[in-house]
């Protein structure tokens, strides 16, 4: 149907049930700003530019998935700040990569562009994909593949009408 979106986060694929989490516009952004000590919400409100509904739809929806939390200011209780969970902070090499990606090809080679760097100020090399052993891997090389994982034995306080049991779809 015209204008519907598909839900691209209910499939096996962990690309799609990642972008239903932080693939919605600004949320990888704002990820970023935390990743750079940014924790408020006029921080983030005036660093990104972003109208302050859009930001709070989108930090609400990074504090549900467990990407950030909120903690409330010491000594001033009406005061949150947003702090990113561990799951949050793993989005670093993400943005990393992305930062990469971005910079090698959405940019004319004249132009002047933002790059990551380590704490001397020296760019980091480029992320790549290897094998256990360290050896780079080409794309031709990789295969996505279905991950199974061990069955736990049932509970026994599983409901019938779970959505499992009947049929439907949760």
Not at 2 to 11: A, E, F, I, P, Y
Not at 144 to 161: C, F, G, H
């Amino acid at each position: 149907m015209r204008g519907q979106k598909t839900d691209v986060g209910s499939g096996l694929c962990p690309i799609g049930r990642s972008l239903a989490v932080v693939g919605e516009w600004w949320s990888l952004l704002i990820v970023r700003d935390a990743l750079q000590g940014r924790q408020r919400f006029s921080e983030f409100q005036k660093s990104l530019g972003i109208a302050k509904n859009i930001l709070s739809a989108r930090l609400k929806k990074l504090v549900d998935c467990g990407i950030l939390r909120v903690e409330t200011v010491s000594g001033s209780p009406s005061m949150s700040r947003y702090v990113l969970t561990d799951r949050g902070r793993e989005l670093h090499v993400v943005l990393v990569a992305l930062s990469q990606w971005g910079g090698d090809h959405c940019f004319e080679p004249t132009e002047n562009r933002m790059c990551v760097t380590d704490q001397l100020g020296k760019p980091l090399p480029k992320l790549r994909v290897t094998d256990n052993r360290g050896q780079a891997l080409h794309p031709e090389q990789v295969q996505i593949a279905l991950a199974t994982v061990p069955r736990r034995k049932q509970s026994a306080k599983r409901s019938e009408d779970h959505p499992s049991n009947t049929g439907e779809k949760s």
